[in-house]
């Protein structure tokens, strides 16, 4: 053995040829139908079985796998018809839901009312741990399929739930069933368009381990093979579709941890669509791919809260005062290099009602703030604490919007961003907060009721700030057991402007989808609602 | 021999035990003091306590002491103990919810191919420099191993590998894909930016490289200086007047006696490739077991650390073992009872 002994050189050369030819290509392309395979970045799911995720990579998926009640329409968001042939009510209480007939799961069952039924009764059972159990929780007799640990955490088993189905759902014939709500709520055929409520077949339920790796699926796409953990998730279009059929041959989702790592794929060439542009290649992505670029405000929602609970935030005026002393468009713009869209009002810009400009106190007016301020009586805090959960660089944006609270309204500030994400959240829920808070909220199904009830409801799920308006929650109430969503829409609008005027939370932003495609796709569609419509992009060539 | 192998094999007992129990307590005090890991998995939304409790539940995490700080958690370290060693099984993660053993399973190669690339590459660039210089001390191929190794070193590995990866990966392997017209497996597989499951073994050439490039220079260095120190020994200049010819002398003699801290350093090297590479796996997208750690740890999954180091522990006390039984063979003067 000696230094570049000849030997040495041709094992390792035999050893790279080896590899080179003997261990090429395991796998052939997938036999497509014609149209070309639409190339996707995502991070990994967590589930693809409809009932369990409730995270964005899962649903993004789910949505091609799955023919549900209703889907969203691009340009006015109100739902549209796909399973469904007709949801209705008198009272917004009680719904009859007609099934359109020729929608087959991909193991040769068929989609009907038992599909639905099952479905959601299996999600709603407690002990199933399925994360969209709680959406559910709107139809009568959720409360029978939970149960609960008599003794907490103590040796004692929690008993079994008293049922497994739920009384607010009842089959009327193959292709119909009737579903009883707790509350009337007029926007219930816009909920039922959220991937909770997607129906799963017998075959399924039967084998849920199985199904959680090869979905049993009745949509626009079928499972091509396996899920391969954390690689990729292949689909091919379902030509046994009833509905529109997709306009390519299959989706194939790449599955990548690191955002960055997926530009760069995207970078050579290996990506057809690059969802969510990372912020530090922002600036590069506007520079090499302008003509590629897609940008639209989102639906998701940064707010700061004001802990209600707390006596120096507990006059209208203050708040008022804080909300106007920030200067949203200026931190979006040197912070985030303007990838965010200031805040109107505290509903998504992209949905049925939303009206532009109607939040007086989200502007910028310092003089005006000052004035609100001393009107008051001055800030009586001491040191505003500003909270934000670790981890997420939320001091970058809290220190300027701090600095503009001291130089407009002399309140001097500190940062408090030492807590992990759990912790946050039990003490924003528990109420344990001792300054303003930063805290994100996105919508489940596209009607303004979402972004009101549970924020700023007194029974809201997420009314961390501790706000309670009787005024607001009849508002809310009459919205829900309007005759029409349009009718609704107007109590909804209603109610946001108490909102606005109170400022329980100052509205800071809404995000804003940063997607780049290739030169291979024809045309890109988005909808505001549940995102890039890949169904609809057609590959040329 | 086989005495001194039989202790060493019962030496793992005791160690893959206290590991166990270490990082078992460090997870639930981790739990204990940032609260239940299960919370996060909603998002923004606050969970209704009902369906919090019911997924606590489902997934063993509703032990009461985890609830209060410091508590070793004997109970549900017994029970974790039982399901290991009786069962096999080593619990499940959250988010998705898999089986600790299929994840292990699932991850292994790709890590195993990604380490057993750094490690061929290692040896045979890594040793090959390093006998070339050590030989030829003094000329021109000594310092460009010197400095290249050098350069080597100082980089550190997030660099070199997101370097590698917009360079080599995109800035490259666009030209070589859309200018030159190269075939598939050269153009997306060796010059791609990522892993590819079409190009198992090819699109993890780069990745191995970067992998294996601060060992490269360190086995390249160390195996330099061991072979000058060799060189200079006595014995050597006693076979030489004997008569010995210098391809033997050097070929068997010196380089049997320098190798010794190389198989060392080789041996540790395989055990970090296997282990580490955390780095370079979320660089190019490898889901092998360093990306799998690290989620792990962020997400605070407790089942999936415990099995997948456990397993880690196994692999470096039997590498380890092996070098040390590789001493053996290399140098006769060593003997173990």
Redesign the interface.
């Given at each position: 053995m000696r230094g570049n002994s000849p030997m040495k050189v041709a094992v390792a050369a035999t050893a790279i040829a080896l590899f080179a030819t003997g261990c090429q290509k395991t796998e052939t392309p997938p036999a497509t139908s014609g149209g070309g395979i639409l190339r996707i970045n995502v991070v990994e799911p967590n589930s693809l079985i409809a009932g369990t995720s409730n995270d964005n990579p899962s649903i993004i998926i789910i949505k091609q796998l799955y023919a549900g009640l209703v889907e969203y329409d691009a340009k006015t968001s109100a739902p549209k018809n796909v399973v469904a042939q007709s949801i209705e009510s008198t009272d917004n209480k009680v719904w009859t839901i007609k099934l359109k007939k020729g929608f087959k799961f991909s193991n040769g069952e068929e989609t009907n009312a038992d599909s639905f039924i099952n479905a959601w009764n299996w999600t709603a059972y407690g002990p199933n741990a399925a994360l969209n159990s709680e959406f559910l929780g709107s139809i009568e007799g959720w409360d029978d399929l939970q149960s609960e640990d008599p003794d907490k955490d103590g040796p004692l088993k929690a008993p079994d739930p008293k049922s497994k189905t739920m009384s607010g759902l009842k089959k009327l014939d193959d292709y119909s069933f009737q579903v009883t709500l707790a509350k009337a709520f007029v926007g219930f055929p816009a909920v039922v368009g959220y991937s909770g409520f997607y129906p799963m077949a017998k075959g399924c339920i039967d084998d849920v381990k199985a199904c959680k790796e090869k979905p049993i699926t009745n949509g626009r796409y079928k499972m091509e093979s396996s899920w391969k953990h954390n690689v990729e998730v292949k689909l091919l279009r379902n030509d046994d579709y009833p509905g529109e059929k997709a306009k390519n041959g299959g989706l194939y989702y790449k599955i990548y941890d690191k955002v960055d790592t997926a530009y760069a794929d995207y970078e050579a060439g290996e990506l057809d669509v690059m969802e969510a542009v990372p912020p530090t290649k922002y600036k590069d992505a506007k520079s090499k791919f302008a003509d590629v670029l897609f940008e639209k405000p989102n639906n998701s929602f940064t707010y700061l809260g004001f802990p209600l609970y707390l006596p120096q935030f507990q006059n209208v005026q203050v708040r008022q005062a804080i909300s106007l002393a920030i200067d949203r468009q200026t931190i979006i713009d040197s912070i985030f290099d303007g990838r965010f869209s200031a805040a109107q009002g505290v509903v998504s810009p992209n949905f049925q009602g939303f009206r532009p400009n109607i939040c007086d106190n989200c502007k910028y007016d310092p003089a005006k703030a000052k004035s609100l301020l001393d009107a008051a009586g001055g800030w009586k805090g001491g040191k505003l604490i500003l909270w934000g959960n670790a981890g997420q660089q939320h001091e970058k944006w809290l220190q300027p919007l701090g600095d503009m609270l001291k130089k407009n309204l002399g309140i001097d500030y500190e940062l408090k961003v030492d807590l992990q994400f759990v912790e946050y959240q039990q003490a924003t829920n528990g109420k344990k907060v001792t300054g303003a808070f930063r805290l994100g909220w996105g919508p489940d199904y596209p009607v303004l009721e979402t972004y009101l009830f549970p924020l700023y409801g007194t029974k809201g799920s997420s009314n961390n700030p501790g706000y309670s308006n009787a005024q607001f929650d009849a508002l809310v109430e009459q919205g829900n057991a309007a005759k029409s969503l349009e009718e609704g829409i107007k109590f909804y609008q209603q109610a946001e402007d108490i909102i606005v005027k109170d400022v329980p939370v100052a509205p800071l932003w809404f995000g804003k989808t940063t997607n780049v495609y290739s030169k291979n796709v024809v045309e890109y569609k988005y909808n505001p609602i549940s995102g890039s419509e890949f169904h609809e992009i057609a590959l040329k060539g | 021999m086989l005495r001194y192998v039989i202790r060493r094999l019962l030496q793992f007992i005791p160690t893959v035990l206290g590991t166990l129990f270490l990082l078992h307590y460090l997870t639930s005090l981790a739990i204990q003091f940032?609260?239940?890991?299960v919370?996060?998995?909603?998002?923004?939304?606050?969970?209704?306590p009902?369906?919090l409790?019911?997924?606590t539940?489902?997934?063993g995490l509703?032990?009461?002491c985890l609830?209060r700080k410091f508590d070793p958690c004997f109970s549900l370290f017994g029970e974790r103990l039982n399901n290991i060693f009786l069962h096999f099984d080593f619990g499940q993660s959250l988010?998705?919810?898999?089986a600790v053993t299929d994840?292990l399973d699932?991850?292994v190669w790709y890590t195993a191919r990604l380490a057993l690339i750094a490690f061929?590459i290692e040896v045979?660039i890594g040793l090959?420099a390093g006998?070339?210089a050590g030989?030829?001390s003094g000329s021109f191929a000594d310092y460009v191993v010197r400095i290249a190794t050098v350069l080597m070193i100082s980089i550190p590995i997030f660099v070199l590998g997101?370097l590698a990866?917009?360079f080599i990966?995109?800035w490259f392997?666009?030209i070589v894909?859309?200018d030159w017209g190269a075939p598939d497996?050269l153009g997306?597989?060796v010059f791609?930016?990522?892993?590819?499951?079409?190009?198992?073994?090819?699109s993890l050439?780069v990745p191995g490289i970067v992998l294996g490039s601060l060992t490269i220079a360190t086995t390249a260095r160390l195996t330099r200086s061991s072979l000058l120190e060799n060189l200079r020994a006595d014995y050597v200049r006693t076979a030489k007047s004997k008569g010995l010819a210098p391809?033997r002398v050097?070929?068997v003699h010196t380089?049997r006696n320098s190798l010794i801290p190389v198989v060392t350093a080789l041996g540790l090297s395989l055990g970090a490739y296997l282990s580490g590479a955390v780095v370079t796996e979320?660089?190019?997208?490898v889901?092998g077991v360093g990306?799998t750690i690290l989620?792990a740890v962020t997400r605070g999954e407790a089942s999936v650390l415990l099995g997948i180091t456990t397993f880690l522990v196994l692999v470096y006390l039997t590498v380890n073992l092996l070098v040390d039984m590789l001493y053996a063979v290399l140098d006769p003067r060593i003997r173990y009872e």
């Open positions: - | 940032t609260g239940n890991p919370r996060a998995i909603f998002g923004d939304r606050n969970p209704n009902q369906v409790e019911q997924m539940r489902e997934f509703d032990d009461r609830t988010f998705p919810q898999r994840i699932d991850s061929l045979f090959g006998v070339l030989l030829r997101v990866r917009q990966g995109v392997g666009n894909r859309n497996w997306r597989g791609g930016a990522a892993y590819k499951p079409e190009y198992p073994w090819l050439l391809k050097i070929g380089l979320g660089i190019f997208r889901p990306f989620t």
